[in-house]
C-alpha cells in the first residue's frame, strides 16, 4: 500500500508531516534574542544539537546571524566561519535532518554542500541570488514573512489586514519560488511571528492560523520566548517564557502547522506526546 503521507525529503533525511514535527534552534551566535553566546562556539554548538536530538528534535535549525531586531549584519566570512563547521560535523553525528537559517546565498549552499537539507531564509529567498541558490540546492525551503529589514521592523509595524496582507505575501513567494524551479513539495511557509509585527498582530495570525493552510504547502510557526509571549505572560526573561511558548506552539499545531521552531525540545515534545494522543482518539460517530 503507497504511504501518502506528506513529507519533506531533507537530502535523503526523512520528515514525516503525519503530525507536527519539532525543529530545534542551534543558535551559533553571541547575540541572538534569547541563548545568544551560549553555543557559540563549534563544540559548544554540536553539543547543544546533541542535546535537542536526545529530547527528540525532528529537525535541527543552524542559524548563525541574529535577526533580533536591531541586529547588525554579520559579514559572509563571518557566518560561514560560524555554522559550517557545526554543520559538518553534525551531520557525521546524527541521522536527523538539518536546516541552515541563513539569507545569503553564498551560505545556503555552502550549508547543503557540507550536510544540511533544508534552507530556512527569514527573508522568503528575496535576497539576490537567494531563489537560485536554493533551487539549486534542491532541499525544501522555509519562506518567511518579514515587514522590512530586522533593523527597523519592529519600530511602528502596520498592515491594513496583517492576516490578509502577510498570506498575499506567502502565496507570492511561493509562486516566485516555483518560478524558479522550486518543486511545491519543497516548499514550507511561515509567518513570521514577531518579525515587524506586534503582540496584536501575532494574536491574529495565530488565531487565524488555518488560513495559511489554503496555500496548500506545510505550515512552519515560530514563536519561541519571544517578546510576545513575554508581554502576555509577564515573563520579562525569554528563558522563563517556556510554558507560554508551549502554549502558543500547540495552539500553532491545533490551527495546523506541522513544523514547530523551538528552543526548548524537550518541553514541546512533552506536549505533543499529550496532544498526539488526544489526537488519536477515535471520536464517537455524531448521530
Ligand atoms: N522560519 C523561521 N526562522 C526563524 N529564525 C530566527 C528567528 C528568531 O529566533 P532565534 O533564532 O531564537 O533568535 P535570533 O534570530 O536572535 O538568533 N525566528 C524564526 C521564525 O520565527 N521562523
Known amino acids: 500500500m503507497f504511504d501518502t503521507t506528506p513529507q519533506l525529503d531533507c537530502a535523503g533525511r526523512i520528515v514525516k508531516l503525519d503530525r507536527p514535527r519539532v525543529m530545534g534552534i542551534v543558535n551559533v551566535t553571541p547575540d541572538s534574542f534569547s541563548d545568544g553566546g551560549a553555543h557559540d562556539t563549534t563544540d559548544a554548538a554540536i553539543a547543544h544539537a546533541l542535546e535537542l536530538v536526545a529530547q527528540g528534535a525532528d529537525i535541527l535549525d543552524i542559524g548563525g546571524e541574529s535577526t533580533r531586531p536591531g541586529a547588525a549584519d554579520v559579514p559572509l566570512a563571518e557566518e560561514l566561519r560560524r555554522v559550517i563547521p557545526v554543520i559538518e560535523q553534525l551531520a557525521r553525528q546524527t541521522d536527523v535532518p538539518i536546516s541552515i537559517d541563513s539569507c545569503k546565498p553564498e551560505v545556503m549552499s555552502a550549508a547543503v554542500r557540507a550536510g544540511a537539507g533544508m534552507i530556512n531564509d527569514v527573508r522568503g529567498l528575496r535576497g539576490d541570488g537567494a531563489l537560485q541558490a536554493a533551487a539549486e540546492a534542491g532541499v ?10 530586522p533593523r527597523s521592523m519592529q519600530d511602528a509595524p502596520a498592515y491594513d489586514d496583517v492576516v490578509g496582507d502577510v498570506h498575499r505575501f506567502l502565496a507570492e513567494r511561493i509562486f516566485a519560488a516555483e518560478m524558479a524551479g522550486i518543486s511545491k513539495k519543497n ?12 503582540t496584536a498582530h501575532n494574536l491574529a495570525l495565530l488565531a487565524q492560523l488555518q488560513r495559511f493552510s489554503e496555500l496548500g504547502v506545510p505550515v512552519l510557526a515560530g514563536l519561541s520566548r519571544k517578546r510576545s509571549i513575554g508581554e502576555l505572560t509577564g515573563r ?10 508551549v ?8 490551527r495546523g502547522a506541522m513544523l514547530l521552531r523551538v528552543h526548548d ?12 494522543a488526544v489526537s488519536a482518539v477515535a471520536l464517537p460517530r455524531q448521530t
Open 236 to 245: 520579562e526573561r525569554a528563558s522563563e517564557r517556556v510554558a507560554g511558548s
Open 140 to 149: 525544501p525551503v522555509v519562506l518567511m514573512h518579514m515587514l522590512g529589514e
Open 187 to 198: 516548499i514550507v511557509i511561515d509567518p513570521g511571528f514577531g518579525f515587524g509585527k506586534t
Open 247 to 254: 502554549a502558543a506552539h500547540l495552539i500553532a499545531a491545533q
Open 265 to 276: 525540545v524537550a518541553a514541546m515534545v512533552d506536549a505533543l506526546a499529550v496532544w498526539n
